[in-house]
């Protein structure tokens, strides 16, 4: 049986010999467990972004540069084109119909020889006049014919050609606060010019009364 001397120095020596294999292995484990250390946040969220900014390019370029497959059998061919030539049509029928309304407001409104064009151009003309505000009043209003409803129709007008020269004539209607009446303007067209030649007011009530503005008649 060992003595209690060579207990202790047996167990003695086993604790230095566990320290010191503690020493050896410790810096190897370490080094271990540092070179299999999960990354830092930053860079799993520079990683993160990177990913998304690839989906969202991915996602774009999909919709944007994504071709649609052509058809392969007769029957979707056919289809194609004939879709094709639909939607040709609805573009060209359209772009014509937007021609045809632009030329429409040129010449109802802009055109010198438009009843509409003449009736604005004589109406402004009849309120700035000082004898037509004696006559109707300051307030002035030049309307269409008017149905049995109460409806108000555009400028009655006429053309017709004298001598060689087309001529347009058109009638309004006036009201004011001192009476009605109405407004005649004939306009001729001579040597692709348009000039006025008359332009007079006749006031129906309460008294009748004529007032002419312009008169260049010579027949």
Not at 82 to 95: E, H, K, P, R
Not at 104 to 129: C, G, H, W
Not at 178 to 186: A, L, R, S
């Amino acid at each position: 049986m060992a003595s209690p001397w060579l207990l202790a120095s047996r167990r003695i020596s086993g604790l230095l010999g566990s320290r010191n294999n503690f020493c050896q292995v410790g810096p190897g484990t370490s080094r271990r467990l540092q070179s299999g250390t999960p990354p830092e946040p930053q860079a799993q969220q520079k990683a993160g972004q990177l990913a998304n900014k690839d989906l969202h390019r991915s996602i774009l370029e999909e919709v944007l540069i994504h071709e649609k497959k052509k058809p392969t059998t007769f029957t979707g061919k056919a289809a194609e084109k004939a879709t094709n030539t639909f939607l040709y049509a609805a573009v060209a029928s359209s772009v014509a119909l937007i021609g045809a309304f632009a030329y429409f407001l040129v010449q109802e409104f802009f055109s010198q020889d438009s009843p509409q064009y003449i009736f604005t151009k004589a109406l402004n003309m009849v309120r700035a006049d000082p004898r037509c505000a004696d006559l109707f009043g300051d307030s002035i209003k030049g309307f269409g014919e008017e149905t049995s409803r109460g409806r108000r129709r555009h400028v009655a007008h006429h053309k017709y050609y004298k001598d060689g020269n087309e001529r347009i004539r058109v009638m309004f209607h006036l009201k004011g606060a001192n009476g009605e009446g109405i407004c005649q303007v004939e306009r001729e067209q001579r040597n692709g010019e348009w000039d006025y030649r008359f332009l007079y007011v006749e006031q129906k009530s309460p008294h009748r009364v004529t007032h002419v503005l312009i008169d260049n008649r010579t027949d």
